[in-house]
C-alpha cells in the first residue's frame, strides 16, 4: 500500500532533512493519475515543509527543492527524483508498487485505506451525528433527502475509522405546525382517509387548514390554542398528536430500509418540551432573559445590550420554540452520550439558527458548545417526475426504479436476475447520490434525471456498472475525514472506474496464459474491492450483476 512507500521516502528526507520521518509522512502525497502526460507517483511540497522550519528559506522555494533532490538518491523502491515548481517528486519501482498494492487491498478487504499511517495516531472519539429530521404528519419530503444520505455518510465514514458514532434521527414532532394540524383535523379530517392513506390525508388537511388560517383569524387562533394545549399536557390532543406520530414513523422507517439507512435513536422535539421549562428556568438564574415590548422572552446576543440580535426562546403565550427545545436536547445528549463531537446536518438556511443555539450555550457556561457542528449543505433544483413538480421522496424513489428498469430491459447485455426491480433501486440509488455528491455540499444544484442515468461518464450508473463489471485512497479518506465532503472519495472512484474501464478493453482474462490471466483478475478483483469499500461509505449497496 502507497503509506509503505510514503515511509521509505520520509525515511530518505528525515535523514537529510534531520526531522523525524512521522512529521514528514502527511506532507508526502499520491500524485492523481494522468491520461495526457507521465507524471510522478509521489510529491512533496517543498514551500509547506520548509516553512515550519525556516521561514526565509519561502524566498527560493524552487533553488531549495532543487538542492534538495541533489542530496537524495534513488535506491529499489524510489527509481527517480526530480524537482518540480516547488515540489519534489518521486517515482516508485512500478513492479514493486503494484504487487504491494494488490496484495495489501487483498489483505486489508473492507479496511483498505484505513489502515494507512495517514489515521496512525487518530484518537478515537464519541460522535453523534443528528440527520434526516422529517417532519412529522408530513410525508417524507425531498427536501430531507440531502440531510439523509450526507448525514449517512459522515457517521459511515466516522464509523469506518473506528469512532463511537451514534446516529440520531431528531423528528420535527412539536410545535406550532401540530397546533394547525390538530385544529385542521378537527375540521376537515376524515377517519376512514387517516386510515387507509394517513400521510396522505394529513398533508391534505395541512394544506388546507394553512390556507384557512391565512384568511380566518378564528381558526389561526384556534390553532394557537390547541398548541398551548399540547403543551399543557391535555389528554385528547396528546392522544391524537400522538397517533399522528405513530403512523409517521411507521411509514418513514419504510422509506429508510430503500435507502439502506439506520438509526440508534428515533428522538423528537416532543422529548424536550418538559425540558425546555428548565432550561428556560436555568437562563433565568444566569440572568440571561430578556421581555420584549411584545411579551416574548429572549436571549441577547448582541454582546451591546441593545437587542439588536436576539434568540426567542418563549412565545408571549409560554410556549416554547425550536431553539429552546434544542439547547435541550444538546444538554441532554452531552449527559447521554458525553461526546467528543456533535455534527448536525440541515440546510444551510438553518446556519442562523445554530450559531445562535451553540452561542447561547456557551453564554450558559458549556464550554463544550465548541465541538457542535453544523454541516451545511445546499438546495436541489428542479426535481421533478413525469407528473410533475415532486414533493415526496416516495415518488422520486419511484420514479427512479421505474426509469432504471425501463433502461435495463433497452439494454441488451443486461443480465437476468432474481429481483430487477430491487437492483434497478440500487443502481438507480447511486445514481441519485453521487449526483448529489459530486460538487461541494454547500453549492446548490440543478437536478437532472438525463444526467443521472447516463451509463457514460462520472455517474453512478457508470460506477455500478465497473463493480460488476490505487493506492490514493487512503489520501481521498483522510481528505473526506478532515472536511466531511464525499467528493474527494467520489472522484476518486469514478478516476478508477475510468481506469478499469481502459484496462478491461486491453487486459484481457479470457484466453491469456494461466499466470497473465491470474494477475489480471486479481487486479480487477482488487479493483472491485475498493469500489465497493468506497460505495458502501458514501450510502451505496454495491450490486454484483446488471
Known amino acids: ?9 520520509a525515511c530518505q528526507l528525515s535523514r537529510v532533512l534531520a526531522l523525524p520521518p512521522e512529521s514528514l509522512i502527511k506532507s508526502i502525497s499520491a500524485v492523481p493519475v494522468s491520461k495526457k502526460e507521465e507524471v510522478a507517483d ?4 517543498v514551500g509547506s515543509l520548509l516553512e515550519d522550519n525556516n521561514p526565509q528559506s519561502q524566498l527560493d522555494v524552487q533553488d531549495q527543492a532543487r538542492r534538495l533532490a541533489e542530496k537524495l538518491k534513488c535506491d529499489s523502491v524510489v527509481t527517480a527524483i526530480s524537482a518540480g515548481p516547488g515540489t519534489l517528486n518521486f517515482k516508485i519501482n512500478r513492479e514493486l508498487l503494484t504487487k504491494a498494492v494488490l496484495q495489501q487491498v487483498t489483505e486489508d478487504g473492507s479496511k483498505y485505506g484505513l489502515k494507512s499511517e495517514l489515521f496512525s495516531g487518530l484518537p478515537l472519539r464519541r460522535v453523534v451525528v443528528e440527520f434526516s429530521s422529517p417532519n412529522v404528519a408530513k410525508k417524507f419530503h425531498v427536501g430531507h433527502l440531502r440531510s439523509t444520505i450526507i448525514g449517512n455518510f459522515i457517521a459511515n465514514l466516522k464509523e469506518a475509522l473506528g469512532h463511537q458514532v451514534t446516529r440520531i434521527n431528531y423528528i420535527g414532532d412539536w410545535g406550532m405546525q401540530f397546533g394547525l394540524l390538530g385544529t385542521g383535523f378537527q375540521l376537515f379530517g376524515y377517519e376512514e382517509k387517516l386510515q387507509s392513506n394517513p400521510l396522505q390525508h394529513l398533508f391534505e388537511v395541512y394544506v388546507q387548514v394553512n390556507k384557512e388560517a391565512t384568511d380566518d383569524k378564528n381558526v389561526a387562533k384556534l390553532a394557537h390554542e ?4 399540547l403543551e399543557l399536557g391535555d389528554v385528547q390532543a396528546l ?3 400522538q397517533r399522528f406520530r405513530n403512523l409517521s414513523v411507521e411509514e418513514y422507517i419504510q422509506i429508510y430500509k430503500r435507502l439502506g439507512v439506520y438509526f440508534d435513536e428515533y428522538s423528537g422535539e416532543s422529548f424536550y418540551r418538559e425540558k425546555s ?16 415590548i411584545t411579551g416574548n422572552v429572549v436571549v441577547d446576543l448582541s454582546g451591546t445590550g441593545d437587542l439588536s440580535s436576539v434568540c426567542t426562546v418563549m412565545r408571549n403565550d409560554g410556549t416554547s420554540l425550536y431553539a429552546t427545545r434544542d439547547l435541550a436536547a444538546a444538554i441532554d445528549r452531552m449527559d447521554k ?25 456557551k453564554m450558559m457556561g458549556y464550554e463544550w458548545a465548541e465541538r457542535c457542528q453544523h454541516v451545511p449543505f445546499g438546495i436541489v433544483k428542479g426535481m421533478k417526475t413525469r407528473r410533475g413538480d415532486v414533493t415526496f421522496l416516495e415518488d422520486v424513489l419511484n420514479e427512479v426504479q421505474s426509469r432504471m428498469l425501463q433502461n435495463m430491459a433497452s439494454i441488451k447485455t443486461t443480465k437476468k436476475m432474481e429481483n430487477p426491480q430491487e437492483t434497478a433501486e440500487r443502481v438507480g440509488l447511486a445514481a441519485l447520490i453521487i449526483q448529489d455528491f459530486k460538487g461541494l455540499l454547500l453549492s446548490d444544484y440543478q437536478f437532472s434525471w438525463d444526467r443521472v442515468f447516463q451509463s457514460r461518464g462520472d455517474t453512478g450508473v457508470f460506477l455500478q456498472y465497473t463493480h460488476a463489471r490505487l493506492y490514493r485512497f487512503d489520501e481521498v479518506l483522510y481528505k473526506s475525514s478532515q472536511d466531511l465532503q464525499p467528493k474527494h472519495i467520489v472522484g476518486y472512484l469514478l478516476t478508477l472506474s475510468h481506469l478499469a474501464a481502459m484496462a478491461h ?13 491470474g494477475a489480471r483478475l486479481h487486479l480487477f478483483k482488487a479493483v472491485r474491492s475498493v469500489l465497493a469499500n468506497g460505495m458502501k461509505l458514501l450510502g451505496i449497496t454495491p450490486v454484483c450483476r446488471m
Open 226 to 229: 390547541f398548541f398551548h394545549r
Open 337 to 361: 452520550y458525553n461526546f467528543d463531537t456533535m455534527i448536525y446536518v440541515a440546510d444551510k438556511g438553518q446556519k442562523r439558527h445554530f450559531q445562535q443555539v451553540f452561542q447561547i450555550l
Open 1 to 9: 500500500m502507497a503509506c509503505a512507500f510514503r515511509r521509505s521516502i
Open 277 to 292: 421549562r428548565d432550561i428556560l428556568k436555568l437562563l433565568d438564574s444566569k440572568g440571561l432573559l430578556q421581555k420584549t
Open 42 to 45: 509521489f510529491q512533496l511540497s
Open 505 to 517: 478493453k486491453t487486459l484481457h482474462v479470457k484466453d491469456s496464459p494461466p499466470d497473465v490471466a
Open 239 to 241: 392522544s391524537l398528536w
